[in-house]
Every structure is written in C-alpha cells, then in structure tokens.
C-alpha cells in the first residue's frame, strides 16, 4: 500500500511568487491534515480535512495560504504571495479516523514533506 | 512555556545501552501521546502511541505515561547505531497533533 506522498519534494521561489503544495493521502483515508516545521522549531499544525470539509483551520497563519481538498481526495496547499517566513518543509499526513470513538486513537501517518525555500 | 517540552540533545549513548528519552505536555486536556521517529530529511514514523497510564512495550521500545505528573517517556533497550534519529514527543487531546521540538539520539558503535 502506498504511503502519502507529497510534491514537489523541494521548491525554490521568489518573495511574493505563488507556490502550490500537493499531498495524496492513503486511499481510504478521510482524514487529512497539514503541518509546517520552520527551521529551529517544533513541527506546527496549520488544518485538518475531513473528506472535503475543513475540520480545522487554526493552525492557517494568515489569508496568504489556501487550501483546498476538493473530492475528498488529494489537497493542496497555496501560498500566494509567498513571503520570507513561509519558509520550512510543510508536511502532510492521513488517518483513517478512530476506531473507538475516541480521537486519540487514531495514527496519523507522515508524508516525506515538501522544503519551501523563499528567498 | 510551549506546550510540549523535550531536551533537543543530543542524548549520546553507545550501543547496546538503554537511552531514555523525556517529554513534558502543559495541556491536562491531552489525551494520547505518541513517539514518532524522523531521520534527517525522511518523514515522521509513528514508534509508539500510549494513551493510559503506566508502561506499553513494543519489541524493544517502552513507552511510560504519567497523566499525574504531566510526562510522557521512551525507553529504547539495546539500542542501535540505526536508532539514531530524531524522536519527536506529541500530544493530541482532539485530532491534530501537538510536537515537542524532539530529541536528536546519538547511538555510537
């Protein structure tokens, strides 16, 4: 079974360009969330995707990122403008949803990431 | 105060000996913990998840939860020149998941 994937693995962009950030979850998995670890810094939530529903957006810093997961199947992650602090690897993971009711038993499995450069 | 505290190390240990990898979470609200591992430049693996109270072991990894005391703990026996990672300590009391900042293992021939 394939695991998540993520693409592109690095980008490389300018400040104010656009950046689009695509994750494909396990097959099956309802559950899709969004993660960025900045440099030197813990790995942060930013949403949550349950099919095509936003769960929780949170963790999103500002109106800059956008995303989208429409069909309950792959999402992507935009960030137009990009600025200098959007930099660090924006990670992706799916879950399948808890088997018991209780969400914290529910594994939520890591993509490889993506390594956002903006210079 | 973050919400999920590790030493970020790195802990050195030689090979064969017990390392002992420690988290803190300030959230009384968390529920379920987990110890994912991340190579460098690979993506987080889940190692072990513990939700109550006490020890959970897995093969050569135990993992120990004390709600009381707000800590959440790995034990690695005969450790390994591969167990070297990064570990990463998360807490989730609904869905997302919370990390600590991780802990680099240095486990040494």
Known sequence: ?119 | QKEVEQNSGPLSVPEGAIASLNCTYSDRGSQSFFWYRQYSGKSPELIMSIYSNGDKEDGRFTAQLNKASQYVSLLIRDSQPSDSATYLCAATGFQKLVFGTGTRLLVSP
Not at chain 1, 4 to 21: C, D, M, N, R, Y
């Open chain 1, 1 to 119: 079974e394939a695991g998540v994937t993520q693409f592109p693995s690095h980008s490389v962009i300018e400040k104010g360009q656009t950046v689009t950030l695509r994750c494909d979850p396990i097959s099956g998995h309802d559950n899709l969330y969004w993660y960025r670890r900045v440099m030197g810094k813990e790995i942060k939530f930013l949403l949550h995707f349950v099919k095509e529903s936003k769960q929780d957006e949170s963790g999103m810093p500002n109106n800059r990122f956008l995303a989208e997961r429409t069909g309950g199947t792959y999402s992507t992650l935009k960030v137009q403008p990009a600025e200098l602090e959007d930099s660090g690897v924006y990670f992706c993971a799916s879950s399948q949803g808890p088997t018991s009711g209780a969400w914290g038993t529910d594994t939520q499995y890591f993509g490889p990431g993506t390594r956002l450069t903006v210079l």
